[in-house]
T-cell receptor
């Protein structure tokens, strides 16, 4: 079957670094997406990885290992506004997204 | 630029009632999607469309219907509302077609309660 696993909740301190992990099993693979979702709002796109390695975008980076079925989202210099849920989604052979339940990130001052 | 617009934002229905959730996009995207999001669960695909006149079932289509008469609009119909359909519904769109994979853009959601 198809499955995406990520931690339910994480807590970090303002100014610190946090890594949110995601493991995936999809029928075929056409890439791995990360989205951010603030409470009561729509998901917004953060990153897309289809090749192994690290993609850096400002304070946010995303890593993919296809052989391990593993990805992580790295957030640096955490700000209070980064408090949100982070959704991992794998794209299968039919180009459909399989979504994880999301990781709720709590930032403490 | 409006992007993906969903109406209504909130709605309370009685069991057995019907309603249509509206979704329109102004980005000329070919692909459109309907998801539901339940607490503690990932987004589940209800229906999707790869272009006007073409629709297909997703993972959880039972109790819903869709149509795609234009590129811009992709309404979702609930015929006989049931408490299990209480959820937040998101419409999304992406360019689709040939070329590199592109992210989906989401509307603000419709919060639906069935009582």
């Amino acid at each position: 079957g198809q499955n995406i696993d990520q931690p339910t909740e994480m807590t970090a301190t303002e100014g610190a670094i946090v890594q949110i992990n995601c493991t995936y099993q999809t029928s075929g693979f056409n890439g791995l997406f990360w989205y951010q979702q603030h409470a009561g709002e729509a998901p917004t796109f953060l990153s897309y990885n289809v090749l192994d390695g690290l993609e850096e975008k400002g304070r946010f980076s995303s890593f993919l290992s296809r052989s391990k079925g593993y990805s992580y989202l790295l957030l640096k210099e955490l700000q209070m506004k980064d408090s949100a849920s982070y959704l991992c989604a794998g794209m299968d052979s039919n180009y459909q997204l399989i979504w994880g339940a999301g990781t709720k990130l709590i930032i403490k001052p | 630029n409006a992007g993906v617009t969903q109406t209504p934002k909130f709605r309370i229905l009685k069991i057995g009632q019907s309603m249509t959730l509206q979704c329109t996009q102004d980005m000329n995207h070919n692909y459109m999607y309907w998801y539901r999001q339940d607490p503690g669960m990932g987004l589940k695909l209800i229906y999707y469309s790869v272009g006007a006149g073409i629709t297909d079932k997703g993972e959880v289509p039972n109790g819903y219907n869709v149509s795609r008469s234009t590129t811009e609009d992709f309404p979702l119909r609930l015929e006989l509302a049931a408490p299990s359909q209480t959820s937040v519904y998101f419409c999304a769109s992406s360019p689709g077609g040939e070329g590199p994979v592109m992210p989906q853009h989401f509307g603000d959601g419709t919060r639906l309660s069935i009582l």
